[in-house]
């Protein structure tokens, strides 16, 4: 990754990093939780040489990016925000957006609200579902009453970071290892239904998940102690931030209600993934996810992968983009 050219920019009053490769038309990837702009190794290189410009960067709380204090600085507002200036710092007058976990909806939503900016977009694991019924942390609340639920833990100040930042390593590996496609095969080969195996509500996250012996093949030791390095820079806050600022995003953003993503799209997931287990469904994914969409050219599911889609399968993933952007 030696070509990866790091440069910190200001954008929307804060200062983020950014990861680029390439020169053409200029393509953002988001990142989600709990990673970095180097979740996207295996993508920048690739779109890089199909002739664009590919950045990654840190999202907001993490790596070499600004750590707002404050729950209200990770609304979601503020994400779509960011992408919107790093566009501006680059001297761009468009973007294509590309997310994955929380990157999806800071992707998507930078779409949604910004239609005269972001020409196409596309994500990975989370699809666009514009404004919910209700406030999502209370939606969860009514969900899972009684059982744990990852995001309602995360909700507790200091009570995660703790859990997470006593060993980084320990966190991190057990996390990326429980939720990948041979984690959550072996989860349900234990009858556990998802990410975190059913536990009371005052559970803590990493209890009772599985600690394998060895590394997955999608990822190494030195990919590990990337990530740790990482968060030994940022500590946890910011990124349970943007969690806890779920409420704030429902009633600062009520133009998402009934909103359809006008511009070309795609969606890619596994089918392990554990955010497809998230509220039980009988529905196809293209039925379930298509009328939030006017323009989806492709939604795709890859068999036996699980959270992490673009590092499980970067081959299949790099195809999937590099045919959209070839399409856009």
Same mark, same amino acid.
């Given at each position: 990754m030696s070509e990866v050219e790091f440069k910190v920019v200001e954008s929307n009053g804060i200062n983020i990093r950014l990861a680029m490769m390439g020169e053409g038309p200029l393509v953002i990837f988001c990142h989600g939780w709990p990673e970095s702009w180097y979740s996207y190794r295996h993508q920048l290189p690739a779109v890089a040489a199909a002739g664009f410009k590919a950045v990654a960067y840190d999202v907001r709380g993490y790596g070499e990016s600004d750590k707002p204090h404050e729950i209200e600085a990770y609304s979601m507002r503020n994400m779509t925000n960011d992408v919107i200036g790093i566009i501006d710092a680059l001297d761009y007058?468009?973007?294509?957006?590309?997310?994955?976990?929380? =990157?999806?909806?800071?992707?998507?939503?930078?779409?949604? $609200?910004?239609?005269?900016?972001?020409?196409?977009? =596309?994500?990975?694991?989370? %699809? !666009?579902? *514009? #404004?919910? %019924?209700? %406030?999502?942390?209370?939606?969860?609340?009514?969900?899972?009453?009684? #059982?744990? /639920?990852?995001? $309602?833990?995360?909700?507790?100040?200091g009570i995660a970071e703790e859990e997470f930042e006593s060993d980084?390593? #320990?966190?991190? /590996?057990?996390?990326?290892?429980?939720?990948?496609?041979? *984690?959550?095969?072996?989860? !349900?080969?234990? *009858?556990?239904? =998802?990410?975190? %195996?059913?536990?009371?509500?005052?559970?803590?996250?990493?209890?009772?998940?599985?600690?394998?012996?060895? !590394?997955?093949?999608?990822?190494?030791?030195?990919?590990?102690?990337y990530f740790v390095s990482q968060f030994e820079i940022s500590g946890l806050r910011g990124p349970f931030n943007r969690y806890r600022a779920q409420n704030i995003d429902w009633h600062e953003i009520p133009e998402l209600e009934g909103k359809v993503l006008e511009q070309p799209a795609f969606f890619v997931t596994g089918t392990l993934d554990p955010v497809n287990f998230f509220v039980p469904s009988d529905v196809t994914l293209i039925d379930r996810i298509g009328p939030n969409y006017k323009n989806l050219l492709f939604a795709e599911a890859l068999d036996g992968i699980g959270h992490w889609t673009q590092q499980e399968a970067p081959?299949?993933?790099?195809?999937?983009?590099l045919d959209f952007l070839g399409k856009v």
């Amino acid at each position: 990754m030696s070509e990866v050219e790091f440069k910190v920019v200001e954008s929307n009053g804060i200062n983020i990093r950014l990861a680029m490769m390439g020169e053409g038309p200029l393509v953002i990837f988001c990142h989600g939780w709990p990673e970095s702009w180097y979740s996207y190794r295996h993508q920048l290189p690739a779109v890089a040489a199909a002739g664009f410009k590919a950045v990654a960067y840190d999202v907001r709380g993490y790596g070499e990016s600004d750590k707002p204090h404050e729950i209200e600085a990770y609304s979601m507002r503020n994400m779509t925000n960011d992408v919107i200036g790093i566009i501006d710092a680059l001297d761009y007058d468009t973007a294509i957006t590309i997310g994955h976990d929380w =990157g999806g909806p800071i992707a998507l939503n930078t779409a949604a $609200l910004n239609e005269d900016r972001i020409t196409a977009t =596309g994500t990975l694991s989370v %699809p !666009f579902m *514009g #404004r919910g %019924p209700m %406030p999502t942390l209370d939606l969860w609340k009514e969900i899972y009453k009684d #059982r744990f /639920f990852y995001q $309602l833990y995360f909700q507790k100040e200091g009570i995660a970071e703790e859990e997470f930042e006593s060993d980084l390593s #320990r966190a991190l /590996f057990i996390t990326y290892t429980n939720s990948d496609g041979r *984690g959550m095969k072996f989860n !349900f080969e234990k *009858g556990q239904s =998802g990410l975190v %195996p059913e536990k009371t509500k005052d559970s803590t996250f990493l209890e009772g998940m599985e600690v394998f012996e060895d !590394f997955p093949d999608w990822f190494s030791k030195e990919d590990l102690e990337y990530f740790v390095s990482q968060f030994e820079i940022s500590g946890l806050r910011g990124p349970f931030n943007r969690y806890r600022a779920q409420n704030i995003d429902w009633h600062e953003i009520p133009e998402l209600e009934g909103k359809v993503l006008e511009q070309p799209a795609f969606f890619v997931t596994g089918t392990l993934d554990p955010v497809n287990f998230f509220v039980p469904s009988d529905v196809t994914l293209i039925d379930r996810i298509g009328p939030n969409y006017k323009n989806l050219l492709f939604a795709e599911a890859l068999d036996g992968i699980g959270h992490w889609t673009q590092q499980e399968a970067p081959e299949e993933v790099n195809n999937f983009i590099l045919d959209f952007l070839g399409k856009v």
